[in-house]
Nanobody, 123 residues
C-alpha cells in the first residue's frame, strides 16, 4: 500500500526541539515533492515546509530560521527538524506528497497524506 507514515511528535517545553520523520512506503519519496503541514484545533491546515526533488526548500515565514526540512533518499524518508519551539507551534503535523511540478507550501495539489503526529509545546 502506498503511504506516508509520520513519527517523532511529542510534548516539549518552549525552546525545546523535536525531529519529525516522514517515511514513504511502496514509492520513492525522492521522486516527488514532499511537504509538511500542520493543523491546530479550530484552525485551518497551514503549510510549514516543502522540499523538491532537487532539494530546494520553502518555508512558512512563521518557522523560517527555526525549522529545517531535509531528505534522506537512501532511507526514503523526509525529516522536519523543529528547534526553538513555541507554544503556537502546537498542532498535528502531517506530511504529504504531490507531483514535482509545483513544490510550495500550498496544501492544494498534495494528494497523499500521512496520518499525522502530534506536537505539543508548553510554556
Amino acid at each position: 500500500q502506498v503511504q506516508l507514515v509520520e513519527s517523532g511528535g511529542g510534548s516539549v517545553q518552549a525552546g525545546g526541539s523535536l525531529r519529525l520523520s516522514c517515511e514513504a512506503s511502496r514509492f520513492t519519496s525522492g521522486s516527488v515533492c514532499i511537504g509538511w503541514f500542520r493543523q491546530a484545533p479550530e484552525k485551518e491546515r497551514e503549510g510549514v515546509a516543502t522540499i523538491s526533488t532537487a532539494g530546494r526548500t520553502t518555508y512558512a515565514d512563521s518557522v523560517k530560521g527555526r525549522f529545517t526540512i531535509s531528505r534522506d533518499n537512501a532511507k526514503n524518508t523526509v525529516y522536519l527538524q523543529l528547534n526553538s519551539l513555541k507554544p503556537e507551534d502546537t498542532a498535528m503535523y502531517y506530511c504529504a506528497a504531490r507531483d514535482p511540478s509545483y513544490c510550495y507550501i500550498d496544501p492544494q495539489g498534495f494528494s497523499l497524506w500521512g496520518q499525522g503526529t502530534q506536537v505539543t509545546v508548553s510554556s
